[in-house]
């Protein structure tokens, strides 16, 4: 039933409405970094993402681990979209059609002309 109940809530919502009925003590041992990620991703399997969803919905030190990578994540898709929008202000600069195939900003610059 509980399945059911959080079925269509993203990984951050199903945590975050796991808090208040969390026990005492953490269920299961701690994930390490690599499994925290694949966790937050989304990226286990049904069997060990069920077992690593009991652990982190009685864990705190785990749950802030998933937390920082979800909102860290969220900065850095942001960040990204920013940038994106701001290219495709700059005729001819974007990163698909530079030059040398590379992004505008870290591509080699020349040196500015002498009068």
């Not at 495709?88 to 992004?103: H, I, K, M, N, Y």
């Amino acid at each position: 039933m509980a399945g059911e109940k959080n079925k269509g809530m993203t990984t951050a919502e199903r945590i975050l409405a796991s808090i208040a009925a969390a026990p005492a003590a953490p269920e299961g041992p701690c994930l390490d970094d690599g499994q925290v990620i694949e966790y937050a991703l989304e990226m286990m399997d049904e069997a060990k993402r069920a077992q690593a969803a009991k652990h982190v919905e009685t864990c705190p030190a785990c749950l802030d681990e998933v937390i920082a990578l979800l909102e860290e994540r969220r900065y850095w898709e942001k960040k990204e979209s920013s940038r994106d929008r701001a290219e495709s202000f700059l005729p001819g600069r974007t990163r698909e059609t530079t030059a040398e195939g590379d992004d505008p900003a870290t591509a080699p610059r020349k040196p500015p002309r002498r009068r």
